[in-house]
Structures are given as structure tokens and as C-alpha cells.
């Protein structure tokens, strides 16, 4: 079985048992998007500001990686023309529940995105895509397919999982792990993680991350930090992750 086959089942077990981002959004929260009243996240704690977005209304917008149906729906309640995609079934089952519910429509796309993107150059005004790479071996390739699909001008709306999480025990106590943090090439790191049932998980660099969406040719325009939203590491007000605003020349 292929790694991204584990983390989707993985995926899948974990909405089964509650899993925060894989709770859709209610009625309410809809309506409230609708009369302008709506929030966003990259990561777990702070909202996306604003300002980030521009006006939504027409724009063609990607959620990569981003199914659940937390926000798509607020941006297709704000007018965006929305796609969806993602790799795991139960994640794309809440963005047609609620698209049904809701009455909006949206494409929805199951596909891996390790692969190039199933779509055409300069299909896309903006691409949210929360932190979701931390399950994918190479994130370079990535970066490229969002400059790709982006028109000129686009919006790369990002963000990622920094090292410090990949370093630590369970309990967030102690630095066990060398990096990088690769289960793939390391049997005690993917041990490690089948003990926790965290399905496969790489460690990145800000050369990974940052440097590949700038060497794809995206303009950073914008970051901010932020805590896990829970755990030591959270109470100790440590930054683990960070959201990033690049644009497409």
C-alpha cells in the first residue's frame, strides 16, 4: 500500500472519532458567511486575515487539500466559483453534504496531490491549501503545480507544520528525533508513528516550504505563526506553524 493509501484511511478513521477538521460547518455558520460575518483558518488557532483574500466574488478558487467542508462554503457563501480536492472519500462526502444542504455548487475533485494537478495552466485565482503537506514526502513538486494552475496575478494562500513537531516524544517532553523526520527511510521513526496511529508523516524545511514556493517563481507577500491549538507545545506558546501569502507575477 502507498503511504498516501494509509494517510487517507488514517484520515478516515480520525473524522470517524471526531476529528476537528473534519467537521463540517453548520447552517448557521453558512447564513452568517452569507451576511458577511465568516472566519477562516490555515492553522489551528488564528484566522486568516482578510485582507489576504481580497473580494472573493467571481474568483476561481482551489481548496488543495482542503476538503471537510470547513471552507469551501464560506467561500462559496462570499461568491467565489469553487473546486475542491482532495484525497480522502469521507473528506469529500462533507463538501457535497453541505453543498446540498446549502444549495451552492461546487466540483470535487478525488486526487492525489503528489501527482501533477488535474487541471489546466492558469486555472485558478486562489489556492487555499492548510496544513496538509506534513503527509507528503516532497513538497517542491507542489509548490510548482500551484504556480502552475494559478493565473497571473493569483493568490497561494499556505501554510505548514515546522520541524519542532517531528523532534519530539509523544508528551512533547523530550527531543527524540533526528531530522529529517522521514518514516519512509527511518523503521524507528515509522514505528514511532504506528504506535500513535498517525498514519505517515514527513518533516519539512523552510527551504522546503518557503524556498520552493519562491524558487516555483511566487512572490511572498505575507506570513504569520502560530501555536498546534493544543498540547505542550501550545501551553508553552511555542510556534510550530506558519501560514504563508505568496503571488503568481
Known amino acids: ?53 481580497g473580494d472573493l466574488k467571481g474568483k476561481r478558487v482551489l481548496g488543495l487539500a482542503s476538503g471537510g467542508g470547513q471552507q469551501m462554503p464560506i467561500f462559496a457563501a462570499l461568491g467565489a466559483r469553487c473546486t475542491v480536492l482532495d484525497y480522502t472519500d469521507a473528506q469529500l462526502e462533507s463538501e457535497r453534504m453541505v453543498a446540498r444542504r446549502e444549495g451552492y455548487d461546487i466540483e470535487i475533485v478525488k486526487a492525489d496531490m503528489t501527482k501533477p494537478l488535474p487541471f489546466p495552466d492558469g486555472s485558478f485565482d486562489l489556492i487555499f491549501h492548510p496544513v496538509s503537506n506534513c503527509y507528503v514526502r516532497e513538497v517542491v513538486p507542489i509548490w510548482r503545480e500551484c504556480a502552475r494552475v494559478l493565473c497571473s496575478g493569483g493568490v497561494l494562500l499556505a501554510a505548514f507544520d515546522g520541524q519542532i513537531n517531528y523532534m519530539v516524544d509523544g508528551e512533547e517532553t523530550k527531543i527524540i528525533h533526528k531530522m529529517p523526520f522521514d518514516p519512509l527511510a527511518n523503521p524507528e521513526q515509522m514505528a514511532f508513528l504506528q504506535a500513535d496511529g498517525s498514519g505517515v508523516q514527513f518533516s519539512h524545511t523552510l527551504t522546503e516550504q518557503i524556498g520552493g514556493q519562491l524558487a516555483a517563481g511566487l512572490q511572498l507577500t505575507d506570513l504569520y505563526e502560530d501555536t498546534n491549538g493544543c498540547g505542550r507545545l501550545h501551553e508553552l506558546n511555542i510556534l510550530t506553524m506558519t501560514a504563508t501569502r505568496a503571488v503568481k507575477p
Open 1 to 53: 500500500m502507498e503511504y498516501q493509501d494509509i494517510n487517507a484511511q488514517t484520515i478516515t478513521r480520525w473524522i470517524a472519532e471526531g476529528w476537528e477538521w473534519g467537521r463540517p460547518i453548520d447552517h448557521e455558520t453558512y447564513l452568517r458567511a452569507l451576511a458577511g460575518d465568516w472566519d477562516v483558518v490555515l492553522t489551528p488557532t488564528k484566522p486568516v486575515p482578510h485582507r489576504w483574500f
